[in-house]
């Protein structure tokens, strides 16, 4: 996807949270959205922010928590668990462990949605995901909320449908 929009003329960043596994909790992998943030795009500078999967929940704990929504203007995320997945009871990872379905983690982020308001908020699932169960976990109340009908969950960063749902949202 980052080649696919360098490619339309968007200058793309792309963050590299490690470890990626879920082992790190979802606030400390925020953490190194900010620092990346404040390294690399300059101050008072507004970015556009795409998140697929668990990177939605660490970049709105970035927004909404580590004052992201003064940077960020508009957000768009691909397959995220906004209110959990079943299949984070299978592993105690900490990380993981936030992802569950009523979590605290996801109850204090859903606890205040407003900051996600005025940023134009996307969020882009498709109900064949067999990874975020339910499928409709993806959706938020205060986000444009767009079905891709893409067969698996990894594929939403690779199919042209999703894509082009990217496009829209940023442009």
């Known amino acids: ?14 963050v590299k949270l490690r470890p990626s596994d879920g082992s790190l909790s979802l606030e400390a992998m925020a953490g190194q959205v900010k ?4 390294a ?27 004052r992201g929504y003064e940077r960020v ?8 668990p906004n209110h959990g997945t079943f299949w984070a009871w299978i592993s105690g990872r900490a990380g993981v462990k936030e992802m569950r379905p009523n979590s605290e983690f996801l109850r204090e982020l859903n606890r205040d949605v407003s900051k996600l308001e005025p940023l134009g908020y996307t969020s882009i699932y498709t109900p064949l995901d067999l990874t975020i169960v339910p499928p409709g976990s993806s959706r938020m109340a205060v986000a444009k909320n767009v079905v891709s009908w893409v067969p698996f969950h990894a594929l939403m960063v690779w199919m042209p449908g999703p894509r082009r749902e990217v496009e829209r949202a940023l442009e």
């Open 73 to 80: 203007r508009r957000f768009v995320t691909l397959s995220t």
């Open 40 to 66: 690399n795009i300059p101050e008072g500078e507004k970015f556009d922010l795409v998140a697929f999967s668990m990177g939605g929940l660490v970049s709105r704990y970035y927004i909404q928590k580590m």
């Open 1 to 14: 996807m980052k080649q696919k929009l360098s490619s339309l003329g968007w200058e793309v960043y792309a």
């Open 35 to 38: 620092e990346y943030v404040t």
